[in-house]
């Protein structure tokens, strides 16, 4: 039997060098369905950062993520800012860690969908003619 884990689970990523790790958990679905049109957003934003619209779009796409990766993300480890450990408040706000905000938006969106054998396996039989 496939057991689906809905709680926090360990995720390591490397930035800049360092392993960073956290804790993640997957997406509830209303706030899978609002995060979709700022993933379409950041997928657009993120061009040229010294384009003046692209960067104001990213900044704001930057704003709606931060709404959701506090309740998603915790416990991050494995480098500091300003000699403490680094917030989800720090990766949201500070230019530098664009790039592992990216990262934790990614491996969020992965944990809160089915891979595609498991969506194959969820659809229900297909109807096939029968002969007779």
Not at 22 to 30: A, D, Q, S, T
Not at 49 to 55: E, T, V
Not at 72 to 87: H, M
Request: proline residues 7%; negative net charge.
């Amino acid at each position: 039997m496939k057991n689906y884990l809905l709680d926090w689970r360990r995720f390591e990523t490397e930035f800049d060098g360092a392993t960073v790790s956290m804790e993640v958990k997957p997406l509830k679905r209303g706030a899978f369905l609002r995060l979709l049109p700022v993933l379409d957003m950041f997928q657009k934003a993120s061009g040229n950062p010294n384009d003046m619209q692209r960067a104001t779009e990213f900044d704001t796409v930057m704003g709606e993520i931060g709404k959701f990766l506090p309740e998603y993300v915790r416990n991050i480890a494995g480098f500091e800012v300003d000699g403490r450990p680094p917030t989800i408040q720090d990766i949201i706000d500070e230019t530098p860690f664009a790039r592992l905000c990216t990262d934790m938006i990614i491996e969020l969106t992965r944990i809160s969908t089915l891979s595609a054998q498991d969506s194959k396996n969820s659809e229900g039989p297909s109807a096939s003619p029968t002969s007779g």
